[in-house]
């Protein structure tokens, strides 16, 4: 068995669905729109609160590529191309039944499974890439060349470590119920789920430090950085005034290495129509 | 020795208390073009899924040409199991690629490979067109087209002409045919249709409720010691077909436009006098040649 092989098969496939070319096209305007935005902003004269935007919108190149990926993370943002294509990857072609002609030839299960994962990997680095490409080199022209690019750099490679979380779970889950629709619809409800549930523990953590609470709860309620919410956008921690912080990388990490097993063991047993 | 190209031991599969397979044993010898027959629902594909390792099962014993590992034993096999699937927004030749891939074959092999396999199921004309756009027949035939990239030993098709019009069927089954007479491939077929796999198998299985009903080499089982079948003709058949159902000895088999075709252990002499007793002149009796579905009624009735 060459994966290397298996990971091109899946590429192939992956890349000339409609859905991942949009997705492409999706990044690329992203990429392009927000240095464009944050021009139009700075030079637009308009006041906000009394006081002019330019006070409130910076103009660095690398901010606008921290925005373009602030807003890709949107649970309608290119994060969903990812939840849709990772859906289509598995539970589609169980219910397609393409998947079996696949497992008819001599590879093992979870080689197919890690060719997936690397397939929507790529994509992902390849939307990532496209997206800072194309707006550093419009923010660079637009803006200027200042800022903590570093930063925003190591940010766009930890956005990929958090997506690969996100494709870990649409895995899991089309294995488990075998539909792209039910996949995606499971999907938006465990995030949403996960949202208030994260809402919640703020809300309730700050709360109960202003009443007589036990430590254990008051500790408890201050995990909200291990929900996926949270973890999914650890990549942000590596940013000044961020949030999030190690704890959350950990988490997505665990989060991802826990639904990569859940998928292999349900895999290894699976009944294929 | 050369290894068995299939051997399958003690074979059980159970979907709760219900055994769709049951101890199912089977031998295909190199060079076999093996018919697996059965009923609707006899537990044909079953069996087949958990010969490719598709499905587990909960006993028994597959070993392919001395491989027991599913992974192992797919190794140099193609399989067509129900209707194929494919990719529908890719070409023929790009679902054939992705599956090359798949199967080990890269670069320059696998495109020579792809364009024999399309050459030889004759559709290398249209291997370029998305797949969305083939007919059944098409979609069948790039299913053997995908199931012989890299040369396999052995081929298994589940029902390959199934939905096919008259001239679909026989395209694949001249295809079949060719293929273990020209490529010298081992087949193993399951199929309802008992004339295709007369026409094309050298040896056969029969399947009902799981159970092996019946094996054999096709000559064999055609010439078996069973009873010899008439075709009887009377200008009542309503008197002939209600003394036929009442006869303990004559068994009816099947009632078609030119007569009644019947079962007994009788002479031809004998069965006339017999019906002529009974009240009923025959305008025409005459002893058949045994079919494969004459073997097949007698396995599962």
């Known amino acids: 068995m060459k994966l290397h092989l298996l990971v091109m098969a899946e590429f192939l496939k992956l890349f000339s669905r409609i859905s991942a070319k949009l997705g492409l096209l999706a990044s690329l305007a992203l990429g392009l729109a927000m240095p464009l935005l944050a021009l139009l902003l700075v030079n637009s004269g308009l006041t906000v609160n009394g006081a002019e935007a330019q006070n409130y919108f910076s103009s660095t190149p690398n901010d606008a590529l921290v925005n373009a990926l602030y807003v890709r993370s949107f649970p309608v943002g290119i994060r969903a191309f990812l939840v849709i294509l990772g859906a289509q990857a598995v539970a589609g072609e169980l219910a397609s039944r393409t998947l079996r002609e696949d497992l008819l030839r001599p590879v093992p299960r979870w080689a197919v499974v890690v060719a997936k994962l690397a397939a929507l990997l790529m994509w992902d680095a390849v939307s990532l890439g496209v997206m800072f490409g194309a707006g550093a080199l419009i923010g660079v022209v637009a803006l200027g060349t200042d800022g903590a690019w570093m930063a925003t750099i190591l940010a766009y490679f930890l956005a990929l470590v958090c997506d690969a979380g996100i494709i870990a779970i649409v895995l899991a889950t089309g294995v488990a119920t075998r539909s792209t629709v039910a996949t995606i619809a499971a999907l938006i409800v465990f995030f949403v789920l996960d949202k208030m549930l994260g809402w919640a523990m703020v809300i309730a953590s700050t709360a109960a430090m202003m009443f007589t609470t036990s430590e254990v709860v008051v500790r408890l309620l201050n995990q909200w950085p291990l929900l996926p919410s949270a973890a999914f956008a650890s990549w942000a921690f590596v940013l000044p005034d961020a949030t999030v912080n190690w704890v959350s990388v950990w988490s997505a990490l665990l989060i991802t290495a826990s639904s990569l097993l859940f998928t292999l063991l349900w895999i290894r047993r699976m009944e294929v129509p | ?301």
């Open chain 2, 1 to 301: 020795m050369e290894a068995a190209a299939l051997e399958v031991r003690q074979l059980t599969r159970s979907y709760g208390s219900r055994k769709a397979v049951d101890a199912l044993d089977l031998t295909v010898q190199v060079g076999d073009v093996y018919g697996f027959l059965g009923p609707n629902g006899a537990g044909k594909t079953t069996a087949m899924r958990c010969i490719l390792g598709l499905i587990p099962y909960d006993a028994g014993d597959v070993v392919m040409f001395g491989e027991t590992d599913p992974v192992e034993r797919r190794r140099g096999v193609g399989a067509v199991v129900e209707t194929p699937a494919f990719h529908g927004w890719m070409s023929g030749i790009d679902n054939l690629k992705q599956a090359a891939w798949y199967g080990g074959l890269a670069g320059r092999t696998a495109d020579d490979e792809i364009a024999r396999v399309l050459d030889r199921v004759g559709l290398t004309e249209r291997g370029k067109d998305s797949t969305r756009g083939y007919s059944l027949g098409m979609k069948q035939r790039l299913g053997i087209a995908r199931a012989l990239l890299g040369k396999p030993r052995m081929l298994f098709l589940d029902e390959p002409t199934n939905g096919l019009d008259p001239a679909g069927m026989k395209e694949v089954r001249d295809l079949v045919r060719s293929l273990a007479i020209h490529d010298r491939i081992t087949v193993f077929i399951s199929s309802h249709l008992l004339a295709e796999v007369q026409s094309i198998c050298n040896r056969v299985a029969i399947l009902q409720h799981g159970k092996l009903r019946a094996e054999g080499q096709v000559a064999d089982l055609l010439a078996s010691t069973g009873d010899p079948v008439y075709l009887v003709q009377a200008d009542d058949s309503a008197a002939l077909k209600a003394l036929v159902e009442a006869s303990e000895i004559v068994r009816l088999l099947t009632e078609e436009n030119v007569g009644m075709r019947v079962q007994t252990a009788l002479s031809g002499g004998e069965l006339n006098a017999l019906l002529h007793a009974g009240g009923v002149s025959l305008s025409g009796l005459a002893r058949e040649q045994r079919s494969l579905e004459d073997v097949f009624m007698e396995a599962v009735q």
